[in-house]
Structures are given as structure tokens and as C-alpha cells.
């Protein structure tokens, strides 16, 4: 069983940075591709980022790129999302994700364990 738990979401100014972490509970963390995705109110989850276990390359979502900076430490089993220049449109709960699927752009069908969620607020 595999538990991911997420922090460090809140509420920001539009321009401001948050970083997210998640911690997981899984002795094989580094052989699992991570990864994050969000859920705004009425939408859909879609993908945010993603590092991969083998590679440690790394995609992101185009509207976040630039912006948006995920790397994890398998040693500690951890995975952090650096969000800069936030924008209203980030608002969202964000999810940890793991995967044993290696993918170029990941959906939800593909993703073997999910964290609860953090809420990330950016105010305009």
C-alpha cells in the first residue's frame, strides 16, 4: 500500500510562489514515475508535471511552464512542486500522483495512487 500526503498549499497573491511537498509511504518510491495534477471547481483533474524514475526528466503542462519546477529525493521518498508567478488561474486542489506507467503526458486512468489533495488559492 502506498500513502502519498501532500503540503503547503494556501492562499497567494497573483505573482507570488508556493511550493508544494508530498511524502510518501512506499519503499520502492524511486522506481515509481511522480507526479502532479489539480482539479479546479467544475473542471476536470488534469495533468500538471511529472518526473520519471529512470531518467529524472521531467514535462510539465504547457500553461505551467516556465513557472512551475517539480523534482523529487528518492532518498527522503519525497516530491515538491516550486510554484512561481502564480496565477488566478492556478487555483486548484493539487494532487500527488504516482505511476508505474510511463507515459509522456499522463491522465488520470494512469495513475496508481493519488494523495488527498492541497488547496492552492492565488487571488488576483
Known amino acids: 500500500q502506498v500513502q502519498l500526503v501532500e503540503s503547503g498549499g494556501g492562499l497567494v497573491q497573483a505573482g507570488g510562489s508556493l511550493r508544494l511537498s508530498c511524502a510518501a509511504s512506499v519503499r520502492t518510491f524511486s522506481r515509481y514515475n511522480m507526479g502532479w495534477f489539480r482539479q479546479a471547481p467544475g473542471k476536470e483533474r488534469e495533468f500538471v508535471a511529472a518526473?520519471?524514475?529512470?531518467?529524472?526528466?521531467?514535462r510539465y503542462t504547457s500553461s505551467v511552464k516556465g513557472r512551475f519546477t517539480i523534482s523529487r529525493d528518492n532518498a527522503k521518498n519525497t516530491l515538491s512542486l516550486q510554484m512561481n508567478n502564480l496565477k488566478p488561474e492556478d487555483t486548484a486542489v493539487y494532487y500527488c500522483?504516482?505511476?508505474?506507467?510511463?507515459?509522456?503526458?499522463?491522465?488520470?486512468?494512469?495513475?496508481?495512487?493519488w494523495g488527498q489533495g492541497t488547496q492552492v488559492t492565488v487571488s488576483s
Open positions: 500522483a504516482a505511476s508505474a506507467k510511463g507515459r509522456d503526458y499522463y491522465v488520470p486512468d494512469d495513475i496508481d495512487y
Open positions: 518526473v520519471y524514475w529512470l531518467s529524472g526528466n521531467t
